[in-house]
C-alpha cells in the first residue's frame, strides 16, 4: 500500500458516492409506505422520486464552475453538510409538499457531487488508471443501494419511514468529518510518499497538462466541436434506465412479483450489489486493453457503447416469468449500464483537454444525465397508471440504450480544446527556457 494511497481517495469517493445514492433510493424503498400514508397515485409518487432533480439540473452549471474556484475539498464538504441536513429533514416531512421542499434541497446541494468527484479523479489518477478510478467511484452509485436498501427497509418496517430519512441523513455528516482534514491535492497532501506524488502528476495526464488555469469555458465546451453534447446525450440515454432502477426497482418488485417491503428491499440489493462488482472487473479489464494512445484518442467510447447495448437487455424482465430469471437479467442489465456511464464519465476526462474546464465539463455532462432523470421516473408513473404494467416502460428504457451506443460512437470522435491546450503548452515551454 506505500506505494498506493491514492487508493483511500478512490475509496473516499466510493463512500461519498454511496451515500449519494442511498439518501436518493431511500425514497424509492420508502414509496409505497409514503404513499399509503398519505393516499398518493403512482403519477404523484413519480413526480416525488423526480423532484430532487429539479434544482439539481438549475444549479449544476454554476456549481461546476464553482468547483473549478473552489477545489473539491470545499465544495464537496459544503455540498454534502447540506444535503444530508435536507435528506434528515424529510423524516419531519407533515405533507407531500414539505417532503417533496427537502427532496428539492436534497438536489440542489447534491449537483455539486459529481463536479467534485471528477476534479479529485483528475488531480489523483494517472491516466491509465483513471478507468479503474472512476469505476471505484462510480460503483457507489449501486453499492449504496445495495448495502443501504436491506437496512432501509429494515428501518421502514421497524421504525416507520421517516427513521430511515434520519439515519442516511446522519451518514453524510460522518463522511464529512473524515473528508475536511483529510482531502488535499496531491501536491500537498503530506500522507503520500514522494515516489507516488512524483507518479501521479508525471501520468495524470499523457502530455504535459496545460496550465491549470486553462479554460475555454461553456462557450468553447459547447460551439467548437459535437464531443461534448455527444457526451451528454449518451449520458442521459443511459441515465433514464439507471434512475429508473433508482426510483421504480423496489416498486416494481412489489407490483409484479408481490412482496412486502421488506422483500422487496433485500431483492433490490442483489443487482445493485452484484453490478458493483461486476463493473469494477469490466472496467479493469478495460483499462488494459486499451493503451495510452488509444485512451488519447478517445477509443473508450466502444466501451461505452458495448455497455449501453447490452443494458438494453432490460427489456426482456417482463418476459421472463420468475423472479430468480428477473433478477438475472436485472443485474445484467444494471452491470453493464453502470460500466457504460462509469466508462463514459472517463470519456469525458479523455475528451477534454483543458484543465480548467473540469468541473464545466462535468456539470454539463451530468446536466445532460440529469435531464434524462426528471422526466424518466415522471414518465414510467404516467406509463404504469396507464397501462396497469411495466412493459412499455421497461421497451423505453432499452430504445434508449441504443441511443446511446450511436451516440457515443459517432459524436464524441474530437478531442475538446486541443488546440488551446497545445498553444498553453507552447507558451509555458517559451517561458521556462528565459
Not at 463522511?175 to 501520468?203: G, M, N, Q, S
Not at 475555454?216 to 442521459?236: E, N, S
Not at 412486502?260 to 453490478?275: C, I, N, R
Request: hydrophobic share 50%; charged share 15%; with cysteine.
Amino acid at each position: 500500500m506505500k506505494n498506493n494511497k491514492r487508493y483511500l481517495i478512490y475509496i473516499l469517493l466510493f463512500v461519498f458516492l454511496s451515500i449519494y445514492s442511498l439518501d436518493r433510493v431511500t425514497m424509492a424503498i420508502a414509496g409505497s409506505s409514503v404513499a399509503k400514508e398519505m393516499g398518493l397515485s403512482p403519477v404523484a409518487l413519480g413526480y416525488l422520486f423526480s423532484s430532487y432533480l429539479w434544482l439539481y439540473a438549475v444549479v449544476l452549471l454554476p456549481a461546476g464552475a464553482a468547483t473549478d474556484r473552489f477545489g473539491a475539498q470545499r465544495t464537496g464538504a459544503i455540498a454534502a453538510t447540506m444535503w444530508s441536513i435536507c435528506q434528515a429533514l424529510g423524516g419531519a416531512a407533515v405533507s407531500y409538499f414539505t417532503l417533496l421542499l427537502t427532496r428539492l434541497g436534497l438536489g440542489l446541494f447534491e449537483s455539486a457531487a459529481n463536479p467534485c468527484a471528477h476534479r479529485a479523479i483528475r488531480e489523483w489518477t494517472p491516466r491509465r488508471e483513471r478507468g479503474i478510478a472512476t469505476a471505484i467511484w462510480y460503483a457507489g452509485t449501486n453499492a449504496g443501494p445495495a448495502l443501504g436498501s436491506p437496512l432501509v427497509a429494515w428501518l421502514i418496517t421497524e421504525h416507520g419511514w421517516r427513521s430511515a430519512f434520519v439515519v442516511t441523513g446522519a451518514m453524510g455528516l460522518v463522511w464529512v468529518a473524515i473528508w475536511v482534514p483529510f482531502y488535499r491535492p496531491p501536491e500537498r497532501a503530506r500522507w503520500l510518499a514522494e515516489a507516488e506524488r512524483a507518479k501521479i502528476l508525471a501520468e495524470r495526464d499523457a502530455e504535459p497538462e496545460a496550465k491549470a488555469g486553462t479554460s475555454i469555458g461553456y462557450r468553447g465546451l459547447l460551439l467548437t466541436t459535437p464531443t461534448m453534447w455527444g457526451l451528454a446525450l449518451t449520458q442521459g440515454c443511459v441515465n433514464y434506465t439507471s434512475y429508473f432502477f433508482l426510483a421504480w426497482l423496489p416498486g416494481f418488485l412489489q407490483a409484479s412479483y408481490g412482496l412486502t417491503v421488506l422483500q422487496a428491499g433485500a431483492y433490490t440489493a442483489l443487482p445493485f450489489g452484484l453490478s458493483a462488482v461486476l463493473s469494477i472487473i469490466l472496467s479493469g479489464v478495460a483499462d488494459r486493453v486499451f493503451d495510452t494512445t488509444a485512451l488519447h484518442e478517445g477509443k473508450r467510447r466502444y466501451a461505452v457503447a458495448l455497455g449501453a447495448i447490452l443494458s438494453a437487455l432490460i427489456v426482456l424482465t417482463p418476459y421472463v416469468g420468475s423472479i430468480s430469471l428477473a433478477m438475472v437479467v436485472l443485474t445484467i442489465s444494471l452491470t453493464f449500464n453502470t460500466f457504460a456511464q462509469s466508462m463514459n464519465f472517463a470519456l469525458t476526462n479523455d475528451r477534454v483537454r483543458t484543465t480548467g474546464d473540469v468541473g464545466r465539463a462535468y456539470a454539463f455532462f451530468t446536466l445532460g444525465g440529469v435531464s434524462f432523470g426528471i422526466i424518466g421516473p415522471i414518465v414510467t408513473g404516467y406509463l404504469v397508471n396507464m397501462t396497469g404494467d411495466f412493459k412499455i416502460a421497461l421497451v423505453l428504457c432499452g430504445g434508449l440504450s441504443v441511443v446511446a451506443a450511436l451516440a457515443v460512437t459517432f459524436l464524441t470522435r474530437q478531442a475538446i480544446g486541443e488546440k488551446e491546450a497545445a498553444a498553453a503548452r507552447l507558451t509555458e515551454a517559451r517561458a521556462s527556457s528565459f
